[in-house]
């Protein structure tokens, strides 16, 4: 079974700087899909990133951008100028392939946003 | 994206009691999955809904405790029975589309 790791239950940054949260997963599939979801207070999950495992290239959405290391299995997100509103929860999340499986979650980081 | 809703949005139910939760997608998935997100935790799978036939349900939950409905291909239904006040979570659907997976806004449960 797949396991997702978040080892930092909180982190904050200055508006406008640059955070890194951080991910680690265990599988022994070689082909997977990597996902980072953000949950402000309304608890919506939002797609903010995803990660198909056979690309090289790290996805970029914008402002937020991921380092994926397949080898390492390590799956970090960056959050550039970072603004009032990206202060959430984030959720790593892992999937198997396919189009319709369900996604095992990390246990979370509490982001926070100093004005 | 898949757009989906949920009602009720929230409840507070007494001990005991039932709550059957709803879950409509704007268009046909096949199939829809049901999350649980306990105060302060992740989300854990419940059980994955395919259209006509039983639910699968993850290790810990069970059929009697959570039935769930799929009557067609944009709705589903989970229903929470004899509740107790450690069943009190954000309950969300969700489903998966081109590659992603999209969830609806959650059901706050409070159990009294």
């Known amino acids: 079974a797949q396991t997702v790791t978040q080892s930092q239950p909180e982190m904050s940054v200055q508006e406008a700087e640059t955070v890194t949260l951080s991910c680690t997963y265990d599988?022994?599939?070689?082909?997977?899909?990597l996902f980072w979801y953000k949950q402000p207070p309304s608890r919506q999950m939002i797609l903010v990133i995803r990660q198909e495992a056979y690309k090289q290239q790290n996805a970029t959405e914008n402002r937020f951008s991921v380092n994926f290391q397949k080898a390492a299995k390590s799956f970090s997100l960056k959050i550039s100028d970072s603004q009032l509103g990206d202060a959430a929860m984030y959720f790593c999340a892992y999937r198997s392939p396919g189009s319709a499986r369900q996604l095992t979650f990390g246990s979370g980081t509490q982001l926070t946003v100093l004005p | 994206s898949a757009v989906i809703s949920q009602k009720p949005s929230r409840d507070i139910c007494q001990r005991g009691t039932s709550l059957t939760i709803q879950c409509q997608v704007d268009s046909q998935v096949t199939m829809m999955f049901w999350y649980r997100q306990q105060p302060g935790q992740s989300l854990t799978l419940i059980a994955t809904a395919n259209q006509g036939s039983e639910a699968t349900y993850e290790s810990g939950f069970v059929i009697d405790k959570f039935p769930i409905s799929r009557p067609n291909l944009t709705f589903s239904t989970l229903t929470v029975s004899n509740m107790s006040p450690e069943d009190s979570s954000i309950y969300l659907c969700?489903?998966?589309?081109?590659?992603?997976?999209?969830f609806g806004p959650g059901t706050r449960l409070t159990v009294t």
């Open positions: 969700s489903v998966g589309q081109n590659y992603e997976q999209y």
């Open positions: 599988t022994s599939e070689s082909d997977y899909y």
